[in-house]
């Protein structure tokens, strides 16, 4: 085995509605990247979805084409544990212990708990407040070294850090502290019509967004749509935040510098550049949308696959949690 790969990451994405091109150039891109240097753990976090609410049975059919979509972006299941969270028990058991150590203020100043218990209006669950604290048992279970994330999640992957270290403090070397990984390409997908805010997959308004799995025609009418500006020269600038935007994903896919596009662009309109960026995300996506489908198909295979990883999976965590049970003073049985 590659040395490096004694290294772990892990990951995961919430089943909580379809994956956009945010999740798979933000993060699953990355993934696939990092597998040859990092032993990887990559779920779909079904039980941090239901801090919202959701629709069972569309929850279930998620679960598994996202897990699907790890596959066919280019993630080895042989290698790696690709796996559902609620598969392995010890992700909530430790949640319970790490919450134990988590403080109210902590969890408080949590920006996504901000931003979406207001959303959520009086109906704010608890497991919505201990969403981040969930998240830091995903990764501490794990030995965990690098967490490759978008931007919006540095500040949980910190929390994260802050219980391993209080823990470590506390009760001796238990957990490793994790690294947040953020790469530089595609680290912030923004969404298509409100350019200020991230692309997400829990939006209602349909243009805002691009799906994984969307046609070659929703894609180049998506793209089309995209809200620029009247400048009218494809610059990387904070006054032209659509056009940056889509240099961003351009740039992500192409692995080319924002410098390079602008030089590739010099004199070009944007209908021309549109077309490109949308021709440039089909050609993306149209391998991984082929094998998606071929991958559903089998459902013999998805299940042997999601059943594989949860024992690996199980195992690890397993001993992770013996460990806190027993520096904490509970009973082993
Ligand atoms: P939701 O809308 O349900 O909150 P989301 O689309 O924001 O979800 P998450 O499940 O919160 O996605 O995030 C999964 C991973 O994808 C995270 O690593 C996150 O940083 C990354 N990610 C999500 N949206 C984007 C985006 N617009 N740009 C870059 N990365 C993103
Ligand atoms: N909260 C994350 C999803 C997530 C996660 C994790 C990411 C849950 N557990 C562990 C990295 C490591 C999000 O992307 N919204």
Redesign the pocket.
């Known amino acids: 085995m590659n040395k490096e790969r004694e290294k772990i990451s ?5 089943p909580s509605g379809d994956l956009t091109i945010g999740n798979y150039l933000g993060a699953i891109k990355n993934w696939v990247g990092l597998q040859k240097d990092f032993y990887a753990y990559y779920c779909v ?1 079904d039980l ?1 979805a239901i801090t919202i609410r959701q629709d069972p049975k569309e929850l279930r059919e998620r679960t598994l084409k996202n897990l699907a979509i790890y596959i066919a972006s280019g993630l080895d299941p042989d290698k790696n544990t690709l796996f559902i969270q609620s598969h392995v028990p010890a992700h909530s058991e430790a949640s319970w212990l790490l919450n134990c150590y988590c403080y109210i203020g902590e969890l408080s100043r949590m920006t996504q708990y901000k931003d979406k218990s207001q959303k959520a209006g009086e109906s704010v669950s608890a497991g919505l407040f201990t969403y981040p604290v969930l ?1 830091a048992a ?2 501490l279970l794990y030995d965990t070294n690098v ?1 490759p ?1 978008g931007n919006d ?1 540095k500040q ?1 992957v910190e929390l994260a850090r802050d219980l391993a270290i209080r823990f470590n403090n506390l009760y001796g070397q238990t957990f490793v502290v994790p690294e947040p990984y953020i790469a530089d390409s595609g680290a912030r997908i923004m969404d298509l019509q409100n350019p200020d805010k991230k692309m997400s997959k829990s939006i209602d308004n349909p243009n805002a967004y691009i799906l994984i799995l969307d046609s070659p025609d929703v894609i180049k009418r998506r793209i089309n749509r995209a809200v620029t500006d009247d400048i009218g020269v494809v610059r990387f600038l904070d006054k032209q935040p659509g056009i940056s935007n889509l240099i961003n994903i351009l740039g992500a896919i192409t692995n080319k510098s924002y410098k390079d596009i602008e030089k590739d662009y010099d004199g070009i309109g944007y209908a021309q550049f549109k077309e490109d960026v949308a021709q440039a995300l089909i050609e993306e996506l149209k391998p991984v949308q082929s094998r998606v489908k071929e991958i559903l198909a089998d459902k013999s295979y998805m299940e042997k696959t999601y059943k594989d990883s949860a024992e690996r999976a199980n195992y690890v965590a397993n001993k992770t949690l013996r460990k806190m049970q027993k520096k904490i003073g509970l009973i082993i049985r």
């Not at 892990?10 to 919430?14: L, N, R």
């Open positions: 892990f990951s995961g994405i919430q976090v941090h998240m995903d990764i967490v994330v999640q949980h």
